[in-house]
């Protein structure tokens, strides 16, 4: 008998521990109402971004979201291959409908020889 | 920040007092709502209407919930509802004669919901102008809201300036009032009560606890109600628990009016009975 209740209390020791998982993965995806392809479109701007100063891993990128008091945060997690030496920016010369991967490796050049690049951009 | 005034009597929105020749005070006008149905809202209205009308204040209930008219029965006064909500809406009756004089405390008036009509045929104009009407009349104006998110619950907020939401301890319950709290917005500074907590199984971790809900929803917690039979016994009889002065459910609910009212209450809490052996073993074979 005592070992029953033991048990039972044991099981029964994780619905509310259930309960809050699946409040805090619902009310995320309430607060969120954002498709996946749009957290995806968000991800690659938000990178493409940061790549304008520095260099990143693309393949080890996180974005979650989370709770915070009664507000939602985007929380990235973006690791740094390398961090470009100060240069001027370039508006011009990324226009923003050229391929990802073209840019990049575009990029890594300009940080090899950062003095002929800004004096071409200006 | 609350203000007093010359009645004593806290007042949390003193920019909404206005001077007309004399000074007057316009009365708050409260919604009660959930977004979920059957967690008690309507009992959360009666109990918290008599214990400001115990308190001194003058109150009127308004039963928002046209078509499943039910703050009546909790009160006791379905017998003598001549004219409803809709009645006045309609001016096919007066305010007067349409509100509902309480049978036990003084200064506490029900205006029914319409029970052979729908949420639909409500203005919702004319409801905020009857809520703004009743303000210069009461001290609290308290609109008990119908379950849902749709022109009902529309128009139960329609004249009101301030929010108590109820939730239960459960998923479903927390995640209705999350949305309800959006649909919301800051302007009503919602406040939570979070009914029918059952500590014994919190304290198993089989019911979400009192700070699991705040850790979630992160709203000013007005009260906390104990899930306790005697609710069902008062509501049965007709007669709201906060009738009675002793009692560890009517004193959540006297502290809830006072927290209302503006006073510096204690926490709320749910203190958990302590249970004789025999009892835990006995709960627990059977839960």
Redesign the interface.
Known sequence: MIEF?RR??AG??????A??E???L??MT?HLALGPEIVEAMKRDLVDVISRHVEVDRERIEVTFE?Q??SLALLANVPILSVHRPEPREPAKSPPQRPRRKRRSRRKSTAAVPATEPAAAT | MHVLSQTGEAVAAPEERVTTGETTKLGRAIVVTSGKGGVGKTTTTANLGTALAQRGARVALIDADVGLRNLDIVLGLENRVQHHLLDVLEETATIDDALVPDKHSEGLFLLAAAQAREKDEVDTEKMRALVASLRERFDYVIIDSPAGIEKGFKNAVAGAQEAIVVCTP??SS??DV??VVGLLGNRFRPQLVINRVRPQL?K??????VE?VDA?L?LPLLGVIADEPQIIVTTNRGEPLALQRDGKTAAAYHAIAARVAGEDVPPPQVELPKPTLFQR?FR??R?
């Open positions: 209740l039972f209390f029964t020791q994780l619905s509310a521990n309960a809050k699946r409040l805090r619902v009310l309430d709770q008091d009664r | 459960e998923v927390v995640r999350d949305r919190v198993k971790g089989t019911m979400l606890s699991d979630f992160r073993l627990g074979g839960a």
